[in-house]
């Protein structure tokens, strides 16, 4: 609202919490920063971070990158247009050609910035409320204006000492370019838009600005040689990918929200899926309950602790009490995956690095159990566990550890097994540390003896649902995890690559290929990536999912705080609403389930935010989304799919009801985010269990799909179901239409409720494979 009426608009509290005590900001936090950028904010604000802080200056250069690289993923184009057309016309003068002007900027990509003349700053706000992709330079003799400009998007200040008339107007205009060529604000040599129009007389009044002057907009060019700039788009650090990364992922970001459902305590039936990880504060039988009745829909076991005795021991009374609930809940064994951790010390104990002190790594590879670095007068040493360390890094890489609270630059290579390198900050270093190469491909194989013995051992022999295999970098990877789980009898178990470094994030067309799914592990992400980059890589890696009809689970410190407090912060609050709105089909708990104080709070809290996250979406703008960049022609499922969301928007559809085998329907169904819930009626038990992953998907599981009418009516077993799941309320989807932002005028639902839409095969049965679409 206060960007279409033209207002600024600051996003405040709890953005960067965590940077009060810490360096880095936490997941979640960065990107609620990004966030409050996608969604239109003029401003972000510190509040303790920068008061009270240990960090304060390294807080706002923080959310300064942030920001900026937000601002990257802005699709231009389409905010320019959304703005524009609801603005209510007609427009005045001043407005219509200000509008032109920020229009040139969505028209010229390598247009180096806009030159504006505006002494009471009208002109200026309207430049800004188009939100144009370079910088505004303010041309003002007003010092109140020259002040405002540091709250409004886009707006640098060049303060004339008088106010500009027609005589000067040439001279302050060229003035005004030089200045935004020698703030780096433009190019040199690149196009300028300016928008004139002075009064003739010295004295400016608001009247005469917004009511006498007629303004005039054109184009000049900022001195100098222009060189053109590499627009590649991507996420990425290495500029080998930048030729495969020219064309941007466009992800879709639409909303529609009224008074009534920001004050409502009313939430649809949620669709969005939790996966919790199980640890010592929730693995009784008791508290494995309470997040079954909160929410949670996946088990998660983390392999990288505990061995198959303990596991066993709670995937048994996490079954147990699943069945007790006659929950479908699902299990996911998570790899440790190939890892990359510094070797043991003299006297096991810590030593104290030093910012700028000299330092020798040695890959030691697997012999760093018994390798012991050392600090001494004459130098200082460490080990780690990555044998090919000298052959996959190169001078100028940094290698960060502990979660990257080190990080040390590498200087030179002095041969296949050592480096020297700079240490970047003062840290005291203990043992067997996690390590991080930030845009190095590491050459690990993705599952390790270790895993192998996990997968085969542990996940095929009991059956479980899911495998999340860490640091998978290719699509041969995923092939590779394929055949290990075929070998055991793993071929009902779907497959999550998780996406933790550049090289994954390079090649994610080839992993979703092979893939049943992604997750989006923020955490190793974060270390690998820019921290600035990592809400870009969470949107562009969701999309590419949601159209290549894979789910999407986003993971790590979502409700970091709730480890340790019965509520989460501002920023984490919308971290998880923000990833339902980027197309997450899941959003998933670690450390506070596995480890946190309130378990079960916070599962309840992210089951409630996701549930009225849900709730501001449009199903009819992703719908016809998913269907335009989706790949032709379709499969027959995927057009019955395509077609009965869309039709469950029109008819204001309360459930959805797929008779499927194997699942295949189900999946086509999920992709397209219908607005009401999907009842999955299959006889395969793994198939009922592996909804738990998926968008809007619920199990309900019969004996036997052959000739039998599970919903050929509203009294059908299928519906009853539905309303013994309670998934059967009315669905308040329809009270606006995505048209309008006028939602006094939109029509109330039915008090009867909506339609239910079944797809099913031609005899009512499995409709995996000839699809039939019917109404109730």
């Not at 709105?581 to 389930?593: P, V, W, Y």
């Not at 985010?673 to 009922?688: G, K, M, N, Y």
Request: some cysteine; overall charge negative.
């Amino acid at each position: 609202k206060c960007n279409i009426a033209g207002k600024y608009v600051i996003c405040a509290t709890q953005m960067l919490e965590s940077m009060c005590e810490n360096p880095l900001p936490t997941r979640a936090e960065m990107t609620d920063v990004a966030n409050a950028v996608f969604d239109g904010a003029d401003a972000t604000m510190l509040s303790g971070e920068t008061a009270n802080g240990a960090f304060p200056a390294k807080a706002v250069a923080t959310m300064a990158a942030i920001a900026r690289n937000a601002e990257e993923g802005v699709n231009h184009c389409q905010v320019y247009n959304f703005i524009r057309d609801f603005t209510p016309m007609p427009v005045g003068t001043i407005e219509a050609v200000v509008a032109c002007a920020s229009k040139t900027a969505v028209d010229i990509p390598d247009l180096g910035c806009i030159v504006v003349f505006s002494e009471s700053g009208y002109r200026a706000n309207l430049c800004s409320k188009y939100r144009p992709r370079c910088p505004i330079v303010v041309i003002t003799h007003n010092a109140s204006v020259v002040k405002h400009c540091n709250s409004v998007f886009g707006q640098y200040a060049y303060h004339i000492p008088e106010p500009a008339t027609w005589a000067t107007e040439t001279q302050y205009r060229q003035g005004a370019v030089e200045f935004a060529v020698a703030q780096r604000l433009c190019q040199p040599g690149a196009m300028v838009a300016v928008i004139g129009g002075v009064p003739q007389d010295v004295v400016m009044t608001k009247k005469a600005a917004s009511s006498h002057v007629i303004p005039s907009f054109g184009i000049t060019t900022a001195p100098g040689v222009f060189r053109k700039m590499a627009r590649t788009g991507s996420t990425l650090i290495n500029p080998a990918y930048a030729e495969e990364s020219a064309v941007k992922t466009i992800s879709l970001r639409s909303t529609a929200i009224s008074l009534d459902e920001v004050f409502s305590p009313a939430a649809p039936v949620r669709k969005t899926k939790i996966v919790c990880t199980m640890g010592p504060k929730c693995w009784d039988e008791q508290t494995i309950g309470e997040l079954i009745d909160a929410g949670m829909s996946v088990a998660r076991f983390n392999f990288s602790h505990g061995d198959h005795e303990a596991h066993q021991g709670v995937l048994d009374r996490v079954r147990a009490v699943a069945k007790e609930k006659n929950s479908h809940l699902a299990c996911l064994l998570d790899t440790k995956g190939p890892e990359i951790r510094t070797a043991m010390l003299r006297d096991h104990e810590p030593i104290y690095l030093e910012k700028n002190q000299p330092i020798t790594v040695e890959a030691v590879g697997d012999a760093y159990t018994e390798f012991q670095g050392y600090k001494t007068d004459e130098e200082t040493r460490i080990g780690l566990s990555y044998a090919k360390l000298c052959q996959s890094v190169r001078p100028g890489n940094k290698l960060l550890f502990a979660d990257g609270s080190l990080c040390i630059e590498v200087l030179e290579i002095l041969d296949d097994r050592n480096l020297k390198g700079r240490v970047l900050n003062d840290k005291k270093l203990g043992e067997r540390k996690n390590g991080n190469l930030p845009g190095v491909k590491v050459e690990l194989d993705v599952l390790q003896p270790k895993d192998i013995n996990d997968v085969q051992n542990f996940c095929c022999k009991n059956e479980m649902d899911f495998i999340a295999a860490s640091f998978v970098q290719t699509g041969e990877d995923v092939q590779l995890i394929r055949k290990v789980l075929d070998e055991a009898g793993g071929q009902n178990v779907q497959i999550i690559s998780k996406i933790e470094n550049e090289e994954g994030v390079a090649n994610i067309d080839a992993i979703l290929k092979y893939s049943d799914g992604i997750m989006v592990a923020r955490g190793d992400l974060g270390m690998e990536i820019p921290s600035q980059k990592v809400a870009l890589a969470q949107k562009m890696l969701i999309t590419k999912a949601n159209v290549a009809g894979r789910f999407a689970i986003c993971a790590t410190q979502m409700l970091e705080s709730m480890c340790d407090n019965p509520l989460p912060t501002r920023a984490e609050m919308l971290d998880v609403a923000n990833a339902v709105f980027d197309g997450a089909d899941a959003t998933m708990l670690s450390g506070e389930t596995a480890n946190g104080a309130f378990p079960a709070v916070a599962v309840s809290t992210m089951a409630a935010i996701n549930a009225n996250a849900e709730l501001a979406k449009t199903s009819s703008a992703s719908i016809s989304f998913l269907r335009d960049f989706t790949q032709r022609p379709f499969t027959t499922i995927e057009s019955a799919a395509a077609s009965a969301a869309m039709g469950a928007v029109d008819c204001a559809a309360e459930l959805i009801v797929v008779i499927s085998g194997k699942g295949a329907a189900a999946k086509a169904m999920s992709k397209y985010r219908p607005p009401c819930p999907i009842l999955v009626v299959t006889a395969d038990a793994a198939t009922a269990r592996q909804t738990g992953a998926y968008f809007g998907q619920y199990a309900m599981k019969v004996d036997d799909l052959t000739s039998e009418k599970f919903a050929v009516d509203r009294f059908a077993p299928a519906i009853t179901e539905a309303k013994a799941l309670k998934l059967m309320k009315e669905w308040q989807g329809m009270k606006r239409t995505p048209s309008s932002l006028d939602l006094s005028k939109q029509p109330k639902p039915q008090t009867r409720g909506g339609n239910i839409i079944v797809i099913a095969g031609p005899d009512g049965g499995d409709a995996d494979k000839h699809p039939v679409v019917s109404f109730l």
